[in-house]
Every structure is written in C-alpha cells, then in structure tokens.
C-alpha cells in the first residue's frame, strides 16, 4: 500500500457525504503527507529503509518549504519537550505543537544488528529521525483510532535552515491528583487489541516495555509512558503524544505479518 492509496481509499469512503469532524482532518493530514512524500511513494518499514531515507529527506524537505506558512502563536511557549515547542493559551482551549529545528520526530524502524555472540546479523526494532510525511502520518493514526483530533498549520520558518511543522490539538485538562499510569497505559493497549513487543526485540533501552504492535493492521507504537497520556475529568485515558508507524504486511522480517495496512474508519 502506498500513500498514495491510503487517500484513494479514504477519498473513495468519503464520497457523497460532507467532510467534517475527525474524517476530515485525518483527510487533511493523509493529503498533506501524500504532498510531502509526493504521492505513491511506498511507506518506508524494514532493513532496506535506511538506504531510502536520506534521499526520501531531501526530497520532502524541499517541498516542505512550499507548505503554508503557520506563524508563531502571540504569546511564549509553554515548555519545549524531546520532539516539539508546546503552546498553551490561557485559556487553554487548544495546543500548538512546533516541532523542534530540523527534526520531525522520531519513528521505530527495523535494522540489522550484529550478534557478538553469533556473528551473525539479527533484525531489530530501533528508533530513527522520522521524514516529515511519517509526522502528519503518526497524526493521522492517532486521530483516527484514539480520537485525538489533530490537524495540520503547516510550516514554520526559523532560523534553522529546515523548516518546522505546526499542528493543533484540544487541549485535555485533566486531575492533577489522578495521573494516568503504566497500568492504565496496559490495559489501555490491550482493550484496543495491541500486544506488547518483547524487549529483547528493541535496541533502544528508553522504549523498552512501552512498545505495542496490532497485527491486525500493522499499527507499531512505541514511546507510550505514562506521560504521553492523560486522564480527563471524566476519568477517560486519552493518548496525547504516541510515536506510531505503519508496517505493511511482508515489510517485517521480526513482527507478526500484518493482516493488512490500517485504514481510516469509515464513520466518524
């Protein structure tokens, strides 16, 4: 499946209705991806990757200039995380994300690793720079199978020589008394159908035990700690900030093959 295809079938469901709601911006955010990767181009998922994505980079980049300037929000950021510069207004209605100088997130991908052991090459999950398309992609997921309802500003240009990417989501106040947790995180996963990925499988220490995978539609999750998810006032857990890539089936030489590659929901 390409991108391309993912918003063939999304255009095709949404045919004859009004777009609006959570469809619409998943819609968006898959248009605005297909953009930036120029559409058709294949998701990027298995040992073979890591020879694509330098060009895949250089490619998206210069397109991503194109983009609509977002602006910066009137008033100062609120915190600067590990991927993004988060804007709160007072009244808290939305966040803005920017995400940090030349860097678009990250992404968990397969790699060949050399057993000392052994000698011989043993394929891992391991986390890498994410291109710009697999950003709006990651957003696309969570808003469609979580319901944080994400839409994309476009570009933000600052004194890096590669532009920043903005996006906008409710804000989700929540009871500072009542924290979600790693157990809440668990049976959060597990009602949705996910299973943990063993750590042996992971190269990188910080994702251990916080990884999940859906083979039913090759939904790879990782960097799910406590503190990328919140607990509203209703006592609903809500994902705010998940790392997530898409693994069609037969591009995984480690994971379950997927039945077949997520596809938007077809009702709102």
Known sequence: MTLLGLVLVYEHETQGGHHHGPKKAVRDLLQSAARLARAGHSL???CQSGKLIPAARESELSRLLEELEAGVPDYPPSFIGGEH????PVQSETVIKHTLPGFYGRIMDETKLLDPRTFQNKTRLVMRAALPSEYLRRWAVMTDVFGMHTHYLGKVTGCDRDPQMAVEQ???PEDENLPATLEDAEAFFNAHG????ADAHIINPEVHGVTWY???DGILITDAHA???RRDLNGVLIPVDLVIALVPPGSSALL???AKLWEPAEED
Do not use: M
């Open 44 to 46: 990027y998922f298995g």
């Open 85 to 88: 510069t988060v804007f709160i």
């Open 170 to 172: 409710p804000f989700i």
């Open 194 to 197: 996910f299973e943990r990925v």
């Open 214 to 216: 859906r083979q039913r």
């Open 227 to 229: 503190r990328n998810f």
């Open 256 to 258: 379950p093959a997927a």
